[in-house]
């Protein structure tokens, strides 16, 4: 719970920066601007719903007992968020180096460098991405039945004991 609760603040707050920040940046004057803040975004919510995900975690133990069958849905889920979350940010990150790049280009002609400004953004931008890692790290670790509990299945005639 922990660390769903201090990744969906760290999300949210991540979210709000790249959609403030984003339109201040040197190159806000370039028409892709919007499609990076939007897949920045895009990203920040797929870490959101990653938290989620995570956070519902407990429902999945009752009585001590794991459900297997839901642990391993959200662990996939997990998976998929982070992919998610990978692809948006790699997207938003290739449009902003492209945006610095052809900066000369567009309506005021004046030439942006890699600064701190960018490069800060640049580190914005994988937030999402390494928060969303370790809700897949957690929640793999979490939501996977232990070696101890299998072999008492095993041994019980359960589940692999042929």
Not at 55 to 80: E, F, K
Not at 81 to 94: K, L, M, N, P, Q
């Amino acid at each position: 719970m922990l660390v769903g609760l201090v990744s969906l603040v760290l999300g949210l707050a991540a979210l709000v920066l790249i959609a403030v920040l984003g339109h201040r940046l040197p190159t806000s004057y370039n028409p892709t601007t919007t499609v990076m803040v939007g897949m920045g975004g895009i990203s920040a919510f797929f870490q959101v719903f990653s938290c989620v995900t995570l956070l519902t975690a407990r429902s999945y133990v009752t009585d001590g007992h794991l459900d297997v069958p839901s642990a391993t849905r959200a662990r996939r889920l997990l998976v998929v968020f982070w992919s998610g979350t990978v692809a948006t940010t790699v997207i938003s990150c290739w449009v902003l180096v492209k945006a610095v790049e052809s900066s000369g280009n567009f309506s005021r002609g004046e030439r942006v460098e890699f600064g701190p400004p960018v490069v800060g953004y640049l580190v914005l931008l994988a937030v999402p991405c390494a928060l969303a890692l370790c809700n897949l790290l957690v929640g793999r670790w979490l939501l996977r039945p232990s070696a101890r509990t299998l072999r008492g299945y095993a041994d019980e005639g359960g589940v692999g004991a042929r």
